[in-house]
């Protein structure tokens, strides 16, 4: 990702330790903004696993 590196034009600190509101409104949209949460990776897995089950007992 490479968003751990992200420079404030504010107070030239990094985005990702929010020292101003600035860095933390960018934090909270990079978050936001990510393709891939933790909280969506851990629906879509959980989802498979239903899936598997469901599949594993109509195989047997
Ligand atoms: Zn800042």
Redesign the pocket.
């Known amino acids: 990702m490479g968003s751990e590196d992200l420079v ?1 034009a ?2 030239s ?1 990094l ?1 990702i330790e929010g ?2 509101p ?2 933390r409104a960018s934090r909270e949209y990079l978050r936001r903004s990510s393709p891939l949460s933790p909280q969506l990776l851990f629906t879509i897995i959980a989802i498979i696993m239903v899936l598997a089950a469901l599949a594993a007992r109509h195989a047997s």
């Open positions: 404030c504010s107070c600190g985005v020292r101003c600035t860095c």
